[in-house]
């Protein structure tokens, strides 16, 4: 027989006044959010205090009990500061383990904190404020890491790089314009986060158990002491309502997704034979066999907890699809998955930001790469067009043919000589070379936007005035 299958001989203290035997073992194991939800113990411990204080002064409490209530809960947030939050199964959650303790601390009065208040409304303002907290911590990550973003994009504005499509080469383009595009991505990502904190603005506390409450309460006042911008209309909808929670899945795996793809690129760049970036010894490790490896763990690690990141975000999907109002107990495990992606996007964050900080770009390799490539083949299309009034369509196949030719003699684009050149058509003359280059290809990209230096300077000047840095 195992210990599981012993059932509590005492009921519950909470709610024994209705159950003739307590909990088995299993069901108060199943029970139990406290090993996670204690995470809460802050709001949990916040939100207490602003409830009692609002029942004192609708005259619901007496004073007398609200200040022991409040000096008490101070006391237990002291305990909890100072040796975590106790794990007793029995007492199931961070609402149920903080109230015990109360009473062990302040006797009698404990029991009126409770008073038109459920933990559904409670949990609902607890988790809603903790999420509220997650937006505004990832939000400033998130700027700390388009500081470094515009910081290495304004010294390498001109540093000329392949730019790909299909990750061919296709035009020369900047390295600061190619980490310029992540900057817009996480500008992106704040926006959605700002979005998901004012979206989250309704207090969910005093809804009560579902249909609100008889007691003559100011949810006015809790709300604004809890700093939302006004109460939830509906109560039904607000202890059953986990959309703040899925809105910062949401933000945070279309984040991951973008850090993913930047980790990717690192991990490409950092292989040899591309040889485009050196990352930071601090943030790579070696081959315990392999003498000369050194891995990009750290982006692939941020490659690999983007999935994990999305999983939370599928996780709390699955659990809300099809739950009819209000609040149903599989709404338990909605906080697993948001304190685990959050966890891994604050550190894979803080990994990236340390990445783009201290990698070393090799500007040769991403030069010659680019003069490598054709990557101008383009322009000389360009060219055509403008100079010898030739329809596009027909300009491309004519350098298509110079492409072969230049590939055939293992030459770059500009160094084939005039004559051969006017050997595929007779329109090209000596002014072609302009535009050849990587250097003028990328210069003449000056349209808003584009890759050209000023264009890029420009966009770093808007951004460093947006991340107030001037
Ligand atoms: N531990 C619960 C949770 O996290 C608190 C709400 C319990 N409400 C209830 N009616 N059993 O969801």
Redesign the pocket.
């Known amino acids: 027989m195992s210990e599981r299958e012993d059932s509590n001989s005492e009921s519950n203290a909470m709610w024994g006044g209705r159950f003739a035997e307590g909990p088995s073992a299993i069901m108060r194991e199943i029970?139990a959010?406290i090993p996670f939800?204690k995470a809460l113990w802050h709001q949990d411990i916040r939100a207490s205090k602003a409830h009692v204080a609002m029942l004192a002064a609708q005259g619901i409490v007496t004073q007398a009990d609200a200040d022991a209530i409040s000096a008490g809960l101070d006391q237990v947030a002291g305990e909890y500061e100072a040796n975590g939050v106790p794990e007793n199964w029995d007492l199931?959650?961070?609402?149920?383990t903080t109230e015990s303790r109360l009473a062990e601390l302040i006797g009698a009065p404990a029991g009126r904190l409770h008073t038109a208040r459920?933990?559904?409304d409670?949990?609902a303002t607890d988790?809603k404020l903790w999420v509220r907290e997650a937006c505004v911590a990832v939000d400033a990550a998130l700027g700390a890491l388009q500081v470094v973003l515009v910081t290495r994009a304004q010294e390498h504005a001109a540093s000329i790089m392949p730019g790909f499509t299909h990750l061919q080469t296709a035009q020369p383009v900047t390295l600061g314009h190619h980490l310029m595009a992540y900057y817009e991505m996480i500008g992106r990502d704040r926006s959605r986060f700002v979005d998901a904190h004012r979206r989250a603005s309704q207090c969910p506390l005093g809804s009560a158990?579902l249909a609100g409450t008889g007691f003559a309460i100011d949810r006015d006042v809790t709300a604004k002491a809890l700093g939302f911008a006004m109460p939830t209309r509906n109560s039904l909808d607000a202890v059953s309502d986990r959309d703040f929670a899925l809105d910062y899945l949401m933000a945070a795996t279309q984040c991951a997704l973008h850090l993913s793809r930047l980790a990717e690129e690192l991990i490409i760049w950092a292989s040899q034979p591309f040889g485009f970036v050196v990352l930071p010894d601090s943030l790579s490790t070696g081959s315990s066999i392999m003498p000369q490896k050194k891995n990009p763990d750290a982006a692939e690690l941020v490659r690999g907890h983007s999935g994990r990141i999305a999983g939370c975000l599928t996780s709390l999907m699955m659990t809300m699809k099809g739950l009819p109002l209000a609040?149903s107990?599989d709404?338990?495990d909605?906080?697993p998955p948001v304190f685990e992606a959050a966890s891994l996007l604050t550190l894979s964050l803080a990994a990236m930001t340390g990445m783009i900080d201290g990698a070393t770009f090799q500007t040769e390799r991403m030069r010659n790469a680019a003069e490598l490539g054709f990557a101008t083949a383009t322009d000389l299309a360009d060219w055509l067009v403008r100079q010898a009034d030739i329809p596009f369509r027909e300009a491309h196949h004519i350098t298509g043919a110079a492409v072969k030719l230049a590939e055939s003699r293992g030459l770059a684009l500009d160094a084939l000589p005039l004559a051969d050149l006017q050997v595929i058509d007779a329109r090209i003359d000596q002014r072609v070379f302009a535009v050849l280059s990587v250097d003028a290809s990328v210069a003449s990209r000056a349209s808003y936007g584009g890759t050209a230096p000023e264009q890029v300077m420009a966009r770093i000047a808007e951004a460093r005035r947006d991340l107030g840095l001037e």
Do not use: P
């Open positions: 029970n959010s939800d199931e959650d961070i609402h149920m459920s933990r559904n409670q949990v988790f158990a609040y107990k709404m338990q909605d906080k």
